[in-house]
Nanobody
């Protein structure tokens, strides 16, 4: 599938953003989707992952209950609702999908990646 991430922007600390990841093509074989983020000079890290079918989800420890991953199967779109954003949340956020790995934190398991959307948390 092809993934298109959107929804990033500039937000003040404590604010909210909702990221979207639209999948086009044939999602028939997808097992999982995830959000990763990357800051220049650092490795890409997992934020949240979800099974493509079913309700299994997982979050990185730093999320601390502030983010929610969800999906609209009819629209083939995944979302990441981010609340109470912190300055350290500034990064490029990428969505990704895997075939067979399901809920998984290993970047190597994800074969399709969106182009990324910039999130800047600053006053």
């Amino acid at each position: 599938v092809q993934l298109q991430a959107s929804g990033g922007g500039l937000v003040q600390p404590g604010g909210s953003l909702r990221l979207s990841c639209a999948a086009t093509g044939s999602p028939a074989g997808l097992a999982g989707m995830a959000w990763f983020r990357q800051v220049p000079g650092k490795e890409r890290e997992g934020v949240s992952c979800s099974s493509y079918r079913g309700g299994s989800t997982d979050y990185a420890d730093f999320v601390q209950g502030r983010f929610t991953i969800s999906k609209d199967s009819a629209k083939n779109t995944m979302y990441l609702q981010m609340n109470l954003l912190k300055p350290e949340g500034t990064a490029i956020y990428f969505c990704a999908s895997n075939y067979g790995a399901g809920v998984n934190w290993y970047r190597s398991e994800y074969t399709d990646w969106g182009q990324g959307t910039q999130v800047t948390v600053s006053s």
